[in-house]
């Protein structure tokens, strides 16, 4: 006779009612997908943005208050930190099934449940990544991520570049994956631990590990891994093929999901733990910092097609946020939590609109497309204009906030000649987030019925109107959202 | 200071060793002696017709991908089903929750028509 004792382990399992929520949904959504005949053909999407919203409803419901504390042995960290994280990605996952559903009407591909159900799980590992608590567990949750969206980037199926985009990204991905492990047994083998609380006590307890050459080598291979996900100069070469080819909706998804995990990552890894050997790393991400948004800047100047552009800036606004990095301090990191959450919403709103220039079948890319866009269309050219002056950095919006937070957290903590070149490279990218503007309100010899505008569902509207709003708000009221941010960085664990 | 990781040092010569060791001492001992008959490659006892490599249909790629996963699933439950016990109904719970995604996996790939041959 066997008797059951239910002994349920001391778990808390309110820190992944996010998660939970978005793996049950991915799982219903992939059998939505399945079984046509039951269901709508448009069920499988609006059910993922049902249990989006729900999981952004739990990562609110739950909250975070108290001390901060980690659960399941170590592997998921409860503070505020993870709190911040888990609802910026939540955001990013919601606003991009509202894109996604109108993209989908342009696409049939994009209406399948494996469609939603990838991006779900993507978000999954997302938050995993922000949340995690050991070495292990982030490098689970960064491959759940990155196999998602290596998948999602080739949905085009008949489309050469979009195959070709997944290709790109998946070899080089692997690669990139590599030396993070690499990096990653290298912390191991230096402080015996996968614990990243566990690493931190010991590198502060033994401070004669600093001199070792031994963590400086784990430092590089950790960052050339996570480098390649918020792809950093040198390993930036597969963005712009990457951003390119993919479907419009999963660009938006990748260049501010991936970002936001990356950074978590990195600041969770590397900035808090090994923050005692800073003075070996300054040089190496004073140059890359540098690298990165001169060359993004710079090689956006020239591209004629707008994905294309927005990639590069999206390497040049990644150097931006190395600047929060470098200069290390809480208040820098709350900057870079803040221009991520900014990103976030000027990006995806930046995307959503490139993703309504389409017709059955095709994406119309070119920047020339956007020719008399604001006459014709006066909304959508007045929220592209939003999005496109944040990301340049133009008051009184999100992006000109978050820049400020940043460049004079680096200012402070000695940076002078960093936050010229900064200041230079916004100047510089003016000129091409501007051009679109230009084209969109004075191209004069553009006829009326030269753009393509798709059908446009509500969804679109409340994800553009959402992002806009959010963005105008972020500029004009930043303070409760830095503050947020300042929190959430004063009880990282 | 770099002393305390010797052992992975010697683990890897060991298992270079042993790697390499083995081949060359099968070589060295086992009996060698070749005729035609033997050199050809084997198509199940009748005489080979063709060149010994072919094209593979991609088919058998997803077959075994699906074969790996679903037995990797009998490998996570075999330390279950030793602790069953001592795991009680808060491990049967785990694990119908961890069979129930495996499910759903499965039927998806039973819909989707990768479990047919042709």
Redesign the interface.
């Known amino acids: 006779m066997v008797t059951f004792k239910v002994i349920l382990p001391a778990n808390d399992y309110m820190a992944v009612l996010p998660q939970i929520v978005l793996v049950s949904t991915a799982l219903l959504v992939l059998m939505m997908g399945v079984f046509k005949k039951l269901v709508n053909a448009s069920a499988p999407g609006f059910t993922a943005l049902a249990g989006s919203l729900l999981a952004l409803g739990c990562v609110l419901f739950v909250g975070h208050h108290g001390a901060p504390s980690s659960t399941f042995g170590g592997m998921v960290l409860v503070d505020g930190f993870s709190f911040f994280l888990s609802l910026v990605i939540c955001i990013i996952i919601a606003l991009t099934i509202l894109v996604s559903l109108n993209y989908g009407n342009f696409f049939n591909c994009m209406r399948t449940g494996e469609y939603y159900s990838l991006l779900l799980m993507a978000g999954v590992g997302m938050i995993f990544m922000a949340t995690a608590g050991n070495l292990i567990l982030l490098f689970v949750a960064l491959e759940t991520m990155s196999i998602s969206i290596y998948a999602l980037t080739g949905f085009h199926k008949k489309q050469l570049k979009s195959s070709e985009a997944a290709l790109k990204y998946f070899l080089l991905g692997a690669f990139g994956s590599a030396f993070l492990l690499y990096g990653f047994a290298f912390i191991y083998g230096a402080t015996g631990s996968l614990d990243i609380i566990k690493i931190a006590g010991f590198i502060k307890t033994h401070p004669q590990m600093l001199n070792m050459k031994f963590l400086v080598a784990a430092f590089v291979l950790t960052i050339a891994g996570i480098g390649f996900k918020i792809s950093m100069v040198p390993f930036h070469m597969w963005t712009p093929d990457t951003y390119e080819g993919a479907p419009t909706s999963v660009t938006g998804f990748m260049a501010t999901g991936v970002k936001a995990a990356a950074f978590a990552a990195l600041i969770r890894v590397i900035l808090v733990p090994l923050a005692p050997m800073q003075h070996s790393w300054v040089t190496i991400m004073w140059i890359a910092a540098f690298l990165t948004m001169t060359v993004g800047n710079i090689i956006a100047l020239v591209q004629d097609n707008i994905k294309r552009m927005l990639a590069y800036s999206s390497i040049a606004h990644a150097g931006y946020i190395l600047l929060g990095f470098l200069a290390g301090t809480g208040l820098a990191q709350a900057g870079m939590l803040y221009y991520l959450m900014v990103y976030a919403f000027m990006n995806i709103g930046a995307f959503g609109v490139v993703a309504l220039l389409c017709k059955k079948g095709e994406e119309y890319t070119s920047i020339s497309d956007f020719a008399g866009l604001g006459f014709k269309y006066p909304l959508l050219g007045l929220v592209m204009s939003v999005f496109l002056f944040s990301l340049a950095g133009i008051p009184p919006t999100g992006g000109f906030m978050g820049k400020f937070y940043l460049f004079t957290q680096a200012l402070r903590s000695g940076y002078v000649w960093l936050v010229v070149a900064a200041g230079v490279n916004s100047v510089i990218s003016i000129y091409y987030y501007l051009r679109v503007v230009v084209v969109m309100y004075f191209s004069p010899q553009a006829s009326e019925n030269s753009i393509v505008l798709g059908s446009v569902s509500p969804g679109i509207v409340i994800a553009l109107a959402t992002a806009a709003t959010a963005v105008l708000v972020m500029g004009i009221f930043p303070s409760y959202f830095f503050s947020l941010a300042g929190n959430s960085i004063f009880s990282l664990m | 200071?770099?002393a305390v990781?010797l052992p992975?040092l010697y683990m890897i010569i060991l298992a270079l060793l042993f790697g390499a060791g083995t081949v060359f001492l099968s070589h060295l001992l086992g009996p060698a002696r070749p005729f035609k008959v033997k050199t050809q490659s084997y198509e199940c006892g009748i005489p080979s017709e063709g060149a010994h490599y072919a094209q593979t249909p991609v088919k058998f790629y997803v077959t075994a991908l699906l074969f790996l996963v679903f037995d990797l699933e009998c490998v996570f439950l075999y330390p279950w089903a030793v602790y069953y016990?001592r795991l009680?109904?808060?491990g049967?719970a785990e694990m119908l929750i961890f069979l129930l995604?495996l499910v759903?996996s499965y039927?998806?790939v039973w819909?989707?028509g990768a479990l047919e041959w042709d």
Do not use: P, S
């Open positions: 200071m770099l990781y992975i016990r009680g109904a808060f049967l995604i759903v039927v998806y819909k989707k």
